[in-house]
């Protein structure tokens, strides 16, 4: 079965300076990932998604890309805030018929 | 639009009690799920309904029982309640799982559910 892999440890950046997550996959190459965003207390919020024939998606200040030679997605914040202090899960859909959402990184940007 | 909506928000259950949790959708969608997520686990599918009328077992549907009541309502019951499921419950929805399109999910608040 798929396996979503995200860094469990967090994330501490300054404000300003672009972070980025990663999101490693073990098995099949997912037809399209997906990014979410979770702030304590609610529900994940839908951010961008990238096809397997894309290498790049850009939205605002938000950047992914993919690599199925790495079988890795990248997320990058760029010009990072304090208010971008969030969970950001990753999530394959359209290989398997259920979609596989990896634990989550805590992104935390100081002031 | 109120999107994804769940009740009750927060439940304390003694073990063996019975609930069911409620989930409504506004946006037309064809698939439901719902999911668990425990500290330090992620997001863990426990049932889904790909579309109105099919209902399937996810990841740990153990303890559960689902009802997809309408296009709209999709239900989460505890028979017996146990300390293992104390956790948070999410209801989401997308357009329509599989068939070529996307996934993309729209989640509900959640429902935090303590059992003693």
């Known amino acids: 079965s798929q396996k979503i892999e995200q860094n469990s440890e967090a994330l501490n950046i300054q404000e300003g300076k672009t972070a980025t997550l990663t999101c490693n996959y073990t098995?099949?190459?997912?037809?399209?990932l997906q990014w979410y965003r979770q702030d304590p207390g609610r529900g994940p919020v839908f951010l961008l998604l990238?096809?397997?024939?894309?290498k790049e998606k850009r939205k605002e200040r938000l950047k992914v890309t993919f690599d199925t030679t790495l079988k890795q997605s990248l997320f990058h914040i760029t010009a990072s805030q304090p208010a971008d202090s969030a969970t950001y899960l990753c999530?394959?859909?359209?290989?398997?018929?259920?979609?596989?959402f990896g634990r989550g990184t805590s992104l935390i940007v100081h002031p | 639009n109120a999107g994804v909506t769940q009740t009750p928000k927060f439940q304390v259950l003694k073990t063996g009690q019975s609930m069911t949790l409620q989930c409504a959708q506004d946006?037309?969608?064809?698939?439901m799920y719902w999911y668990r997520q425990d500290p330090g686990m992620g997001l863990r599918l426990i049932y889904y309904?790909?579309?109105?009328?099919?209902?399937d077992k996810g990841e740990v549907p153990n303890g559960y029982n689902v009802s997809r009541l309408n296009k709209r309502e999709f239900s989460l019951r505890l028979e017996s309640a146990a300390p293992s499921q104390t956790s948070v419950y999410f209801c989401?929805?997308?357009?329509?799982?599989?068939?070529?399109?996307?996934?993309?999910?729209?989640f509900g608040p959640g429902t935090r559910l303590t059992v003693l």
């Open positions: 989401a929805s997308s357009e329509a799982l599989g068939g070529g399109g996307t996934d993309t999910q729209y």
């Open positions: 098995n099949y190459s997912p037809a399209y």
């Open positions: 990238i096809r397997e024939n894309e």
């Open positions: 999530v394959e859909g359209g290989g398997s018929y259920i979609p596989t």
């Open positions: 946006m037309n969608h064809n698939s």
């Open positions: 309904s790909a579309s109105e009328g099919t209902t």
